[in-house]
């Protein structure tokens, strides 16, 4: 359904296309992750296997002792156990309780857990290292840790064979940075979301950002979906499947284009992040639009061959913002239905439901 070629300089080298018309809500790509790893903030309730959070007093510590890692059930801690798998043990084990021992700062943690499945992946899983490394790398990923340490802590958990060093262990942490998916854990009562975890999945980290995005994430981690988008069995790994939805009809050849943040975040939060993360400026409609409100000269934007106008922009964030004030997801259609959900809290609105909110 989705094709890769050249992007025309939105922040990569590449992207995605419809590799034929697609219609709205339709899945242009699915995919399982190639490493997935829980944040350090959620080790105790958050499977390093599978990234399901555990109900309390249900998360199973890991068997192999590393003592900073759980499991939602025995199936998958076995599951996870392979050479070419999350946990390998015992050297992503053994790296994990040297992790739990030292004085590593939280950044530094959850670097450590990514760099140790990465070269584990180097030495026991070639094709997926090759993967990892074939992505673009882009922005400033580690300059709160010390890599000297993390290396050390690669070499002694994995060996001397794993031959890390602080120059690829840089280059590995910058394509983490411009290519992995946050997970995101539940919503606080204050509204907040953190992550619960981190994957890497490689073709959908080559959809490119756009403020207006043509496309929509899906995720069912906790197996929990109310919309009928994830019907098939959600058991572990298979919780782990990510979706990519059209928000509306796509002619072939059409590129294939994603938020990376929330539809609600203004101009100056988009832009910075968009600078540190992955290294470029936006100079999309939308982003020439809401600058030109500072700079109080006109200024429109082509998306889809529609101008970016107040009027345009007003009705896209009216129809596909999440309407919950506290929740910042994005309501995208169902394929074959008139009923839009929200990929973040699930909450669904039909059309006709649409329509009579706007009236009044």
């Given amino acids: ?9 939105r922040g990569g080298g590449r992207g995605l296309f419809a590799g ?3 219609r709205a809500g339709e ?7 190639l490493l997935a790893w829980p944040a350090e903030a959620f080790a105790g309730v958050c499977c390093a296997g599978c990234l399901r959070l555990c109900a309390p007093g249900t998360a199973m510590a890991c068997p192999g002792g590393c003592g900073a890692a759980v499991f939602c059930s025995e199936t998958c801690w076995l599951n996870s156990g392979g050479h070419d798998k999350l946990h390998h043990p015992p050297g992503v084990c053994r790296g994990l309780k040297m992790l739990r021992e030292s004085a590593a700062s939280v950044e530094e943690r959850d670097a450590a857990r990514f760099l140790l499945l990465a070269y584990n992946a180097k030495l026991y899983h070639s094709a997926a290292f090759q993967q990892l490394w074939g992505l673009v790398a882009a922005g400033q990923h580690a300059q709160q840790v010390r890599l000297q340490s993390l290396v050390e802590l690669v070499h002694a958990a994995l060996g001397p064979q794993a031959t890390a060093s602080v120059g690829e262990a840089t280059a590995l942490l910058a394509r983490d940075g411009a290519n992995g998916f946050a997970i995101m854990g539940p919503r606080k009562e204050d509204g907040e979301r953190q992550a619960r975890g981190f994957a890497i999945y490689p073709a959908l980290a080559m959809t490119n950002h756009e403020c207006l995005p043509n496309c929509v994430r899906y995720d069912d981690f906790d197996g929990t979906d109310r919309t009928g988008l994830f019907p098939h069995s959600q058991a572990p790994p298979n919780n782990m499947l990510l979706q990519l939805r059209t928000l509306h009809a796509l002619p072939q050849g059409e590129e294939l284009l994603l938020g990376y943040f929330p539809l609600d975040w203004d101009l100056e939060e988009r832009r910075e992040r968009l600078a540190q993360d992955y290294g470029f400026e936006c100079t999309c409609g939308r982003c020439r639009l809401e600058a030109s409100w500072e700079s109080n000269e006109p200024v429109t934007g082509a998306v889809g061959g529609s101008e970016v106008t107040e ?19 994005t309501m995208g259609p169902l394929d074959g239905s008139d009923v839009c959900a929200c990929n973040c809290c699930g909450f ?13």
């Fill in 27 to 33: 899945v242009a790509l699915q995919e399982m992750p």
């Fill in 1 to 9: 359904m989705a094709v890769v070629g050249p992007a025309g300089g």
């Fill in 20 to 22: 034929r018309p697609l």
């Fill in 311 to 329: 009027d345009y922009l007003g009705a896209f964030c009216l129809k596909y913002i999440c309407p919950d004030d506290d929740c910042g997801g």
């Fill in 348 to 360: 669904c609105r039909s059309e006709a439901e649409f329509q009579a909110s706007l009236n009044e």
